[in-house]
Nanobody, 124 residues
Framework: QLQLVESGGGSVQPGGSLRLSCEAS????????VGWFRQGPGKEREGVSC????????NYADSVKGRFTISRDNAKNTVYLQMNSLKPEDTAVYYC?????????????????WGQGTQVTVSS
């Protein structure tokens, strides 16, 4: 069974940090780019970051550049999202998804397997 499972979400104060993990099972994640997305209350799902299958190429939404870092450990079949200097506007459910490509793609329709999401809440 192909599956992506996110973990690491929680509640933090503004300025805090969290590290999200996305672990794959049922397939080798190293053959695919992986994206992180988020959906805040009353908002549409948006792309946050993406990493190519090799890990050599990454991209970030402007709103998180300089604060978030995406990485992967293909030996562990896992992708990470390190989130620093968190802001209240980062509050959302965060999802990871597998791209239909070794390179990052921007269209949500090009991601075929999704995790169940993990809640991140930033509040004082």
């Amino acid at each position: 069974q192909l599956q992506l499972v996110e973990s690491g979400g929680g509640s933090v104060q503004p300025g805090g940090s969290l590290r999200l993990s996305c672990e794959a099972s049922g397939f080798a994640l190293r053959y695919y780019a992986v994206g992180w997305f988020r959906q805040g209350p009353g908002k549409e799902r948006e792309g946050v970051s993406c990493i190519s299958s090799s890990g050599r190429s990454t991209n970030y939404a402007d709103s998180v550049k300089g604060r978030f870092t995406i990485s992967r450990d293909n030996a562990k079949n896992t992708v990470y999202l390190q989130m620093n200097s968190l802001k209240p506007e980062d509050t959302a459910v965060y999802y990871c998804a597998r791209a239909r490509s070794i390179l990052c793609v921007s269209q949500i329709s090009q991601y075929d397997y999704w995790g169940q999401g993990t809640q991140v809440t930033v509040s004082s």
